[in-house]
């Protein structure tokens, strides 16, 4: 069992940055693969970034490469996200997930665990 908690969001003018924390609570957190998901009004959940059980393999979506970076960090069992450049389309309430696998998730059915969410805003 694996709980999650997202922490980090808020309000940021378009071009600002944020960084979202998730705290995993558990002793076998570095047996997880972690991503990122978010989830705009009126829309489905997408895929953000996601990164496996060691920090060595990440992968983005194509809307966000170049501008986010996700990280772990096994000894704390945090996974964060560094978003830069943001853009009104970024906009979305964010979840953290764990899926229980060493390799990495790039969608959501494989993924367990999901945290409640943190609201990021950008306005213009």
């Known amino acids: 069992q694996v709980q999650l908690v997202e922490s980090g969001g808020g309000l940021v003018q378009a071009g600002g940055s944020l960084r979202l924390s998730c705290a995993a609570s558990g002793r076998t957190f570095s047996s997880y693969a972690m991503g990122w998901f978010r989830q705009a009004p009126g829309k489905d959940r997408e895929f953000v970034a996601a990164?496996?059980?060691?920090?060595?393999?990440?992968s983005y979506a194509g809307s966000v490469k170049g501008r986010f970076s996700i990280s772990r960090d096994n000894a704390k069992n945090t996974v964060n996200l560094q978003m830069n450049s943001l853009n009104l389309e970024d906009a979305a309430v964010y979840y953290c997930?764990?899926?229980?696998?060493?390799?990495?998730?790039?969608?959501?059915?494989?993924?367990?665990?999901w945290g409640q969410g943190t609201q990021v805003t950008v306005s213009s």
């Open positions: 997930a764990a899926a229980p696998r060493y390799t990495i998730a790039t969608t959501w059915d494989l993924y367990n665990y």
């Open positions: 990164i496996n059980w060691n920090g060595d393999d990440t």
